[in-house]
């Protein structure tokens, strides 16, 4: 059974930094691309940032502007996104996915970034 966790999730203020944790089991993680998106309060899901099975990361440079790095550690089958310089807006409930090819297969449950202004 494949199971996707996210962590790392909490309230910041703005200007603040956060690591989220993504740990995946259940599938063979090397050959997956991982991807965050997240929703916010009757918000439609949003794109945030994908990386490949080979390392190659895209963002969504419109909202995160170099704010986000994504990375991820096949040793221990979790994808990160650290997240610097939040912002009110960045307040969601942030979701990681896994990919075998261009569409996303599998899910977390989420977890939720608050960030106070």
């Known amino acids: 059974q494949v199971q996707l966790v996210e962590s790392g999730g909490g309230l910041v203020q703005a200007g603040g930094s956060l690591r989220l944790s993504c740990a995946a089991s259940g599938l063979t993680f090397s050959t997956y691309a991982m991807g965050w998106f997240r929703q916010a309060p009757e918000k439609e899901r949003e794109f945030v940032a994908r990386i490949s099975r080979y390392g190659t990361v895209t963002y969504n440079t419109d909202s995160v502007k170099g704010r986000f790095t994504i990375s991820r550690d096949i040793t221990k089958n979790t994808v990160y996104l650290q997240m610097n310089s939040l912002k009110p807006e960045d307040t969601a409930v942030y979701y990681c996915?896994?990919?075998?090819?261009?569409?996303?297969?599998?899910w977390g449950q989420g977890t939720q970034v608050t960030v106070s202004s």
């Open positions: 996915a896994a990919a075998l090819t261009t569409r996303y297969d599998y």
